[in-house]
């Protein structure tokens, strides 16, 4: 019911706008602008066209003596109440405005049917405006679940990458830890090696005691322009035998040339030491067990760091005789 009293009060926008209204009717409808939206803004487009309707449109001649046959009947009829008499009036009123508004009906159904048919137009933008949101939140959608997807399977192969780098790690750990024992083991070895040479650097650092003259060999020049001489003495004390070397008149050497003592046996020689000359005097001490060897013999070599003879014997001498 409420609806319907609100349509029929919208089909009253034209009759507003032209102030055909009573005032009654007025006031009612008056009331209803302040609730309806759509009516306030036809009476806007109403009142526009109403205020060009007088250079919009021809005048129309009111039928002869139609004017007069109103007025004389209501002014006639006695028993017409004010409320007929208002009527009247309306009516010759009404008759008035034809006659400067003959096309405003036509205006009023054209502007109307131009509003309907852009109410439409802007139904279906609304309509097509609502379904590209639509897809577009679709794909916004599809588009999160595609991204969550791929960062769930980074995800899955970050965390697989890692259990293999932990299970790395954890043999890597194991070997190192058989390589830590290994390296301490080995510590142990060389720290009981040092103990040992710590208790013979203790036993060498002391001062030989009862030491003994055993033998006493003289070393002859191996060739007739050699005014080179030398004694080899073999001495016996609490450390054990020991060979002295001694040397003199030796020929000037060159930088890099050096004397090397050699210790003979079955032509095998074993070096005893080497010595630079100094005013042509040199000495060489070294430990030997006499029964090895049965020839000492001193040659001129060309660096200090031979294992075998290279160069010619300048003095030599037997052990055994």
């Not at 919009?56 to 409320?83: C, F, K, Y």
């Not at 070397?245 to 060159?254: F, G, S, T």
């Amino acid at each position: 019911m409420s609806n319907q009293r609100t349509d029929l009060m919208c089909e009253l926008v034209e009759l507003y706008a032209l102030n055909g209204l009573t005032k009654e009717e007025a006031a009612q409808f008056k009331k209803h602008l302040k609730t309806c939206a759509v009516c306030r803004n036809q009476l806007i487009e109403q009142q526009l066209v109403v205020d060009l309707l007088p250079t919009a449109s021809e005048p129309i001649e009111v039928p002869q003596g139609m004017r007069e046959r109103v007025l004389d009947h209501v002014l006639n009829s006695t028993a017409a109440s004010n409320s007929v008499q208002v009527a009247a009036i309306r009516s010759v009123s009404e008759l008035d405005a034809m006659s400067g508004s003959g096309t405003a009906l036509k205006t009023i159904r054209a502007s109307r049917s131009t509003q309907a048919a852009e109410e439409q137009k802007a139904m279906d933008d609304v309509s097509r405006v609502t379904e590209l949101s639509r897809i577009s939140s679709q794909g916004k959608a599809d588009q999160k679940l595609r991204y969550w997807r791929l960062a769930s399977l980074g995800l899955s192969a970050a965390v697989i990458g890692l259990g293999l780098y932990a299970y790395s790690l954890k043999g890597s750990l194991g070997g190192l830890q058989a390589d830590l024992v290994a390296i301490q083991e080995t510590v142990i070895g060389l720290q009981t090696e040092l103990v040992g040479l710590n208790s013979k650097l203790a036993v060498a650092s002391k001062p030989a005691a009862d030491m003994q003259v055993n033998k006493i060999v003289t070393l002859n020049p191996e060739a007739e322009n050699i005014v080179s001489k030398g004694l080899a003495s073999i001495v016996i004390d609490s450390k054990g035998t020991h060979l002295i070397v001694q040397a003199e008149d030796l020929p000037q050497v060159k930088e890099q040339e050096a004397f090397q003592v050699w210790l003979i046996k079955d032509n095998q020689p074993v070096s005893a030491g080497t010595f630079s000359p100094q005013d042509g005097k040199g000495v060489v001490y070294f430990t030997f067990e006499p029964k090895d060897y049965d020839t000492v013999a001193i040659t001129l070599e060309p660096d200090a760091n031979g294992e075998k003879p290279r160069g010619s014997i300048v003095l030599a001498g037997g052990l055994k005789s």
